[in-house]
């Protein structure tokens, strides 16, 4: 079974300028998440789609930071403009169940890794 | 809201010891708890979770967790360390909100194994 796939790995750009991360979940997975690592912490969840709704956003910076999930598959995650504070390394996670259950286990994917100058 | 602490940042034991890192939650409500750990350059692995079925809680690669809610703790254990154990460890909790939950973790551990 294909794992969640994440590109690009790594990139660099100055601040100000915009930036697109994609995400393509576990085949049949209903939820995704975004979530963000910034050096020396742990994830913290940015938002929460379940198939091509949101569930979370809360804690998603919406003056700067978007994000779609179409056909309830792929998703990308859009800054813009970057700030230096962005640099971290942006996770992308998928469960299973199409209902949000505090048990589900999510998988993740490698991660992209921002620098932001 | 819900809450994790693991307190320290990094963990340095000889190959052959025992590995024991700590984890106490806080929550208002029964909570369900997660390890995960995650190697360089790579996403977060699941090692195991308390869904509270058996309060000690076995998962891959030799580790075992045990619940205590008396102690609001979900320390993680192995037996004995390997060099493949280097990496980082996070602790996580995850609760219901309404009709939706969320995984709240912590700041992370880092194993070091030394030969």
């Known amino acids: 079974e294909a794992g969640v796939a994440q590109s690009p790995r790594y990139k660099i750009i100055e601040k100000r300028q915009s930036v697109a991360f994609w995400c393509n979940p576990i085949s049949g997975h209903a939820t995704l998440y975004w979530y963000q690592q910034i050096l020396g912490q742990g994830p913290k969840l940015l938002i929460q789609?379940?198939?091509?709704?949101?569930?979370?956003d809360s804690q998603l910076p919406k003056d700067r930071f978007s994000a779609e999930r179409l056909k309830g598959v792929d998703s990308t995650l859009k800054i813009q403009p970057a700030k230096l504070e962005d640099s971290a390394v942006y996770l992308c996670?998928?469960?299973?169940?199409?209902?949000?259950?505090?048990?589900?286990?999510?998988?993740f994917g490698p991660g992209t890794r921002l620098t932001v100058l | 809201a819900q809450s994790v602490t693991q307190l320290g940042s990094h963990v340095s034991v000889s190959e052959g010891a025992l590995v024991l890192l700590r984890c106490n939650y806080s929550s208002s409500v029964p909570p369900y708890l997660f390890w995960y750990v995650q190697y360089p350059n790579q996403g977060l692995q699941l090692l195991l979770k308390y869904t509270s079925a058996a309060t000690l809680v076995k998962g891959i690669n030799g580790f075992e967790a045990e619940f205590k809610k008396s102690e609001t703790s979900f320390h993680l254990t192995k037996p004995s360390a390997h060099m493949s154990d280097a990496a980082e460890y996070f602790c996580a909790v995850s609760v219901p909100t309404g009709a939706n939950s969320k995984l709240t973790f912590g700041k992370g551990i880092t194993l070091s194994v030394r030969p």
């Open positions: 789609f379940q198939n091509n709704g949101v569930v979370d």
């Open positions: 996670a998928s469960s299973y169940r199409p209902g949000t259950s505090p048990t589900d286990t999510q998988y």
